[in-house]
């Protein structure tokens, strides 16, 4: 009989070690499973994140060949006084894009975050600018002389436009004339942080 008394608590203490034993194991599993898991979705991430980033300079690129602004979109007074730079490939877009002889009528286009006209230079005299909102936002048509002028950085003087179509909704149309006289002007879009953005472009009155 005492045998058999100390041989059942012994066989007891093996059966709970040996469960937990096996509740270890199920945990470690567990864990080990949860952190493959993981590992999967930081890799993932990782190249959804790369791969966002590809597309985000992707897009710049490409907006930045149809914006039809000058290449180093100089922003803020620093455009208006290094007319040198800021006028290295408008100046030449501008002399192999110039209005016919007689065109008095320039159309221009304004998206997100650009000006595009349809000639980036025409003779002096009564011209009219008739602007188009291809965007999905609101834009304005501004022309000034260069160089222009600022009320703070990035933000040009509303004043001193010569002449401005303004509050078009997208798919809206104005129209203005002005008379020009020879020299160097910039076409822009006043909506407040749209001129910072990029929304501007040289344009050039000849003597004919």
Not at 48 to 56: E, H, N, Y
Not at 71 to 99: D, E, F, K, V, W
Not at 124 to 153: C, W, Y
């Amino acid at each position: 009989m005492p045998a058999t008394i100390e041989t059942q608590p012994k066989a007891r203490r093996l059966e709970e070690e040996l469960h937990e034993l096996e509740q270890d194991e199920s945990a470690l599993e567990r864990r080990t499973d949860s952190l493959a898991l993981t590992n999967v979705l930081s890799l993932l991430f990782a190249f959804l994140a790369l791969g966002i980033s590809l597309v985000a300079v992707l897009v710049a690129v490409l907006a930045g060949d149809d914006n039809g602004n000058d290449g180093a979109q100089l922003r803020g007074p620093s455009a208006s006084s290094a007319p040198a730079m800021a006028g290295g490939m408008i100046g030449s877009r501008a002399a192999g894009n110039p209005a016919p002889a007689g065109v008095r009528t320039v159309q221009v286009k304004l998206g997100e975050m650009w000006v595009k006209p349809q000639y980036t230079s025409v003779q002096a005299g009564q011209v009219s600018f008739v602007a188009r909102n291809t965007g999905q936002v609101e834009h304005e048509l501004m022309v000034e002389r260069t160089p222009i002028k600022f009320d703070s950085p990035g933000r040009p003087t509303e004043d001193a436009a010569i002449g401005m179509i303004e509050d078009m909704e997208p798919g809206m149309s104005g129209r203005m004339t002005l008379k020009l006289t020879p020299g160097t002007y910039t076409l822009f879009c006043n909506v407040p942080g749209h001129y910072a953005a990029g929304q501007h472009t040289r344009f050039t009155v000849t003597a004919g």
